[in-house]
């Protein structure tokens, strides 16, 4: 009964996206010369419920975006659909034919952090270590254990709206070779949080889940963690 209620709260957060017709993406949507060079990270974030890959208003894309602003070389951004994860698993092997030389990092917001701990254990199933995996807000029990290929991961999570409410813990299935870098709670219980441009029926039964994606201090969170893994020096002589 309360999967089935969290699911329909789900829904209703991608209420806007259903009304919008989700976009069909397809691997010709992604903007990443292949293969990449040797040295070079490829950054993927996974979008929640049924949104668009490329909704700019979406904490998942936003941060893409900034992090693109930023013109690092060597540093490639893209966002995928948390029901299109075969998309990412191609671009991964075009990107880094040579699986050793893979250098990847996972965020994901709701089901996409869900779906982001999922395809980091199909990447170790492919000898692919992820370095950094940030779960933002995650749904699901599916999302709580970090694979051994991860090398560090983050949690982020708020427990105001329940059921919609992110998983408190994450843990390593192997502590020698995952560091848990946290599980970073927020709450929003009167607190202000711009979402005037979302429909008033997400914001009412969503309340905190939708007011940790609006967050500034959240945005910066994530894409400050990102970018502590990125090599700024090696990637600035490319």
């Not at 209420?15 to 691997?27: C, E, I, L």
């Not at 996409?112 to 199933?125: N, P, S, Y």
């Not at 051994?148 to 070779?177: C, F, H, M």
Request: aromatic share 8%; proline share 5%; net charge neutral.
């Amino acid at each position: 009964m309360l999967r089935v209620l969290t699911l329909f709260l789900l829904c209703i957060l991608s209420f806007r996206t259903v009304q919008a017709d989700s976009q069909n993406q397809v691997f010709s949507d992604f903007t990443t010369p292949l293969p990449l060079r040797e040295g070079s990270t490829l950054i993927i974030g996974v979008v929640g419920g049924w949104e668009r890959w490329d909704a700019p208003q979406r904490i998942v894309r936003r941060i893409a975006l900034k992090i693109r602003e930023r013109k690092i070389p060597g540093v490639y951004v893209e966002t995928v659909e948390n029901h299109k994860l075969e998309l990412a698993d191609e671009l991964i092997r075009k990107a880094f034919p040579d699986p050793e030389n893979a250098r990847i990092i996972l965020y994901g917001n709701s089901l996409g952090g869900t779906a982001a701990v999922r395809f980091a254990r199909q990447l170790k199933e492919q000898g692919i270590v992820v370095q950094r995996l940030i779960v933002i807000d995650g749904v699901g029990k599916d999302g709580r254990e970090i694979p051994s290929n991860v090398v560090s991961a983050l949690n982020i999570y708020q427990r105001d709206s329940w059921p919609v409410a992110g998983n408190s813990e994450i843990t390593a299935e192997d502590p020698q070779k995952t560091e848990i870098l946290g599980n970073q709670r927020f709450s929003y219980w009167g607190k202000s949080i711009d979402m005037e441009t979302e429909p008033w029926v997400r914001r009412m039964f969503t309340r905190g889940h939708l007011k940790l994606e609006y967050d500034p201090e959240v945005w910066k969170m994530v894409e400050d963690n990102i970018l502590s893994v990125v090599d700024l020096k090696q990637h600035s002589s490319q």
